[in-house]
């Protein structure tokens, strides 16, 4: 089995423990809440809609600090590894699991439970990872805990936030995968190589 395909089964398993506590214990249904801030005619297209738009701007806003701050870097080398060895394959996989597994979880299970708030920040703490910027992931994932679950909040619908998670996750492997925050000096433009 691929490394990745052991996260594959925690994600699936992390969603299957969520549903069956959430549908099969709780009895709610996870992907709308019953009473959004927003009353929509179509909650799941706006939703999707809103999720793709929050990518969009995480995605960018990713590009924009890793080259520009030090610790967005940082943040950057110490979660490279994890995408060093993954194949096309292996990161769709790994974004849609993982936005299925921790949404179920945080955003349908926890936050109807704990609220928006709390969810972000369990949500934040929970994704604590090796090296230097083990804090600044904190505070990033908890950022984005809070977004999401605003964006489940408003439109009541579960959608949004997976289609957001699975995208910032798969173009962001990608791009750990492909980009070096330290790239190697070159001469004359690397017209000349080093040896």
Known sequence: MHRWGRYVAAYVGLAALAVGIGWGW??????????????????????????????????????????????????HRDL????????????????????????LLFR?????????WLQALIFGVIHQGPGKSRWVWVAWATVMGL??????????????????????????LTYLKHHDPDPKPSRLGGLLRQR
């Open 26 to 75: 709780l009895g709610y249904a996870m992907w709308t809440l019953p009473d959004p801030w927003l009353a929509l005619g179509a909650p799941h297209a706006v939703s999707a809609g809103a999720g793709a738009g929050l990518a969009a701007v995480v995605i960018g806003l990713t590009r924009l600090l890793v080259p520009r701050l030090a610790w967005a870097r940082q943040l």
């Open 80 to 103: 490279r590894p994890v995408a060093r060895g993954l194949g096309p394959l292996g990161v769709v996989a790994l974004a849609v699991f993982s936005a299925l597994g921790e949404e």
């Open 108 to 116: 349908g299970l926890a936050q109807p439970l704990v609220g928006v």
């Open 147 to 172: 977004l999401l679950g605003l964006l489940f909040q408003l439109t009541g619908s579960l959608v949004g936030p997976v289609v957001a998670h699975a995208l910032i996750n798969a173009v962001n």
